[in-house]
């Protein structure tokens, strides 16, 4: 289960759109509800658990869009596999560069997947598969840098101007690797109107989250050369006079400041 500490260090991060926590079912969940309502695209679950708290579950017949495709719960469909939709909707040249996509796309296997559990991580009873963050310039910093602060993962952003989803919800769990992308960009999210452009969304799989959060919990939000008061100018001053000391012993120089 999300343990009360990661709840909170999210919570303190303060993103206007709370952070979510999925769950890939391969069997009916217990005691959890399923979705009743107008029938959305993947991505307007996410905002849609956000907006009223609630958590619950979606099936396939659910989805209105092509996350379902994303997590193997239907096969490529042939046509916009093709590539013929991309090209219709102009984000391709031919249909043939479109393909390429469908060729490469991370997906899960087939079959695994059945009912997707949404939930706001305040309220989150269940050990997550992945955590989606919706979060400005200032979080962004702090979330990515704790992504890499323990184990100096490179960040990489893989993505593509059509099905999103798929980078999101699938990559992450198949790579073991954090994932981020910028709103504003991407076809789907972009004509749903799920968020407004300019939000880093940033997808945190299990693999990663036990670490996320030690590293949030431990590291400075804002380090040290942006730091404005006088203890922190004078110790970095110590360092920097430091680091000219591991030079000279090294018979090297260092021009950091």
């Given at each position: 289960?999300?343990?009360?500490?990661?709840?909170?260090?999210?919570d303190?991060?303060?993103?206007?759109?709370?952070?979510?926590?999925?769950?890939?079912?391969?069997?009916?969940?217990?005691?959890?509800?399923?979705?009743?309502?107008?029938?959305?695209?993947?991505?307007?679950?996410?905002?849609?658990?956000?907006d009223?708290g609630?958590?619950?579950?979606?099936?396939?017949?659910?989805?209105?869009?092509?996350?379902?495709?994303?997590?193997?719960?239907?096969?490529?469909p042939?046509?916009?596999?093709?590539g013929?939709a991309?090209?219709?909707?102009?984000?391709?040249?031919?249909?043939?560069?479109?393909?390429?996509?469908?060729?490469?796309?991370?997906?899960?296997?087939?079959?695994?997947?059945?009912?997707?559990?949404?939930?706001?991580?305040?309220?989150?009873?269940?050990?997550?598969?992945?955590?989606?963050?919706?979060?400005?310039?200032?979080?962004?910093?702090?979330?990515?840098?704790?992504?890499?602060?323990?184990?100096?993962?490179?960040?990489?952003?893989?993505?593509?101007?059509?099905?999103?989803?798929?980078?999101?919800?699938?990559?992450?769990?198949?790579?073991?690797?954090?994932?981020?992308?910028?709103?504003?960009?991407?076809?789907?999210?972009?004509r749903?109107?799920?968020?407004?452009?300019?939000?880093?969304?940033?997808?945190?799989?299990?693999?990663?989250?036990?670490?996320?959060?030690?590293?949030?919990c431990?590291?400075p939000?804002?380090?040290?050369?942006?730091?404005?008061?006088?203890?922190?100018?004078?110790?970095?001053?110590?360092?920097?006079?430091?680091?000219?000391?591991?030079?000279?012993?090294?018979?090297?120089?260092?021009?950091?400041?």
């Amino acid at each position: 289960m999300l343990s009360n500490q990661a709840k909170e260090i999210f919570d303190k991060l303060g993103m206007e759109h709370p952070p979510i926590a999925l769950k890939y079912h391969a069997v009916k969940p217990e005691g959890i509800q399923s979705y009743e309502g107008e029938k959305l695209a993947f991505c307007q679950y996410v905002k849609y658990s956000q907006d009223t708290g609630k958590t619950f579950y979606i099936t396939e017949k659910n989805d209105a869009c092509y996350g379902r495709m994303a997590l193997g719960m239907i096969p490529k469909p042939p046509v916009t596999a093709s590539g013929q939709a991309g090209y219709d909707f102009e984000i391709y040249r031919t249909p043939i560069a479109c393909q390429q996509l469908y060729q490469k796309l991370p997906i899960l296997e087939p079959g695994t997947v059945n009912y997707v559990q949404f939930s706001p991580i305040s309220s989150c009873d269940f050990d997550p598969d992945l955590i989606l963050c919706f979060a400005d310039f200032p979080q962004s910093d702090i979330l990515m840098r704790a992504t890499s602060y323990i184990s100096g993962d490179l960040w990489e952003s893989k993505s593509s101007p059509v099905i999103s989803c798929a980078w999101m919800y699938a990559y992450p769990i198949i790579s073991g690797k954090v994932n981020h992308i910028t709103t504003g960009f991407y076809h789907g999210l972009k004509r749903r109107k799920a968020y407004p452009a300019g939000i880093r969304m940033i997808a945190i799989p299990f693999q990663k989250i036990d670490e996320v959060v030690t590293a949030l919990c431990e590291m400075p939000w804002t380090t040290i050369a942006f730091r404005d008061d006088e203890g922190s100018r004078v110790e970095l001053e110590r360092r920097v006079e430091h680091w000219q000391e591991m030079a000279k012993e090294l018979n090297s120089k260092v021009d950091l400041h």
